[in-house]
Nanobody
Framework: VQLQAFGGGVVQAGGSLRLSCTAS????????WGWFRQAPGKEREVVAA????????YYSDSAKGRFTISRDNAKNTVYLQMNNLKPEDTAVYYC?????????????????WGQGTQVTVSS
């Protein structure tokens, strides 16, 4: 499975961005998706995650109420809509996919990773 992420950029605080991530290859093995981010000097952390079906979703405390994860299974694509962005959201954002049927938000449990896309929020 190969993942390709798009949509990062520079935005002012309070603005919005939508990230997208498209999977190719043996996508039928994907059980869940995740969006993670990593700021300089910090560990990679989960932002949002969802099962392929959408039956289970997770948002970090910082993402709740501002970010929305969604999927278009026909396009093998997952999205992260980010609203009311804050300077502390500045990071490289990664999409990831996981084969196991157990839902997880732990980065090390994900099998496939996209290349990362930079999000910079200016104050």
């Amino acid at each position: 499975v190969q993942l390709q992420a798009f949509g990062g950029g520079v935005v002012q605080a309070g603005g919005s961005l939508r990230l997208s991530c498209t999977a190719s290859g043996r996508t039928f093995n994907i059980y869940s998706w995740g969006w993670f981010r990593q700021a300089p000097g910090k560990e990679r952390e989960v932002v949002a995650a969802s099962t392929w079906s959408g039956s289970t979703t997770y948002y970090s405390d910082s993402a709740k109420g501002r970010f929305t994860i969604s999927r278009d299974n026909a396009k093998n694509t997952v999205y992260l809509q980010m609203n009311n962005l804050k300077p502390e959201d500045t990071a490289v954002y990664y999409c990831a996919a996981r084969n196991s049927v157990r839902f997880s938000t732990t980065p090390s449990s994900y099998d496939y990773w996209g290349q990362g896309t930079q999000v910079t929020v200016s104050s």
